[in-house]
Nanobody, 130 residues
Framework: QVELVESGGGLVQAGGSLRLSCEAS????????????MAWFRQAPGSERDFVAS?????????YLSDSVKGRFTVSKDNAKNTVYLQMNGLRPEDTAVYYC??????????????????WGQGTQVTVSS
């Protein structure tokens, strides 16, 4: 069982920055965190949930980002803290959405952008004002 809890969302002006965190817990989530590929998705009102960024499982530090956030967002994973981060810089009003953390066992960064994740967090709201 894997539980994912996001934090760090909020209201920010255009051009500002936020860092989202997602901590894994649960019987297998904490003990085996390093075995999970992790990703961030987002969903704006009236839109589908879209892939944002991902990092692969194990000690592999490969990351994969959607074209819409390349150069502005970075994703990282701290296996010792069972936490994945999304650093968001240069935020734009179109980045406004609920951001969800997701996990899939033994998934590469690129795979996380194509498969349906095994586990989801509850989401955290990010609002960017113009």
């Amino acid at each position: 069982q894997v539980e994912l809890v996001e934090s760090g969302g909020g209201l920010v002006q255009a051009g500002g920055s936020l860092r989202l965190s997602c901590e894994a817990s649960g019987r297998t989530g904490a003990a085996y965190f390093r075995n999970y590929g992790m990703a961030w998705f987002r969903q704006a009102p009236g839109s589908e949930r879209d892939f944002v960024a991902s990092v692969g499982w194990g000690e592999n530090t490969d990351t994969y980002l959607s074209d819409s956030v390349k150069g502005r967002f970075t994703v990282s994973k701290d296996n010792a803290k069972n936490t994945v981060y999304l650093q968001m810089n240069g935020l734009r009003p179109e980045d406004t959405a609920v951001y969800y953390c997701a996990a899939t066992p033994m998934a590469s960064a690129q795979a996380m952008g194509t498969v349906t994740p095994s586990y989801w967090g509850q989401g955290t709201q990010v609002t960017v004002s113009s």
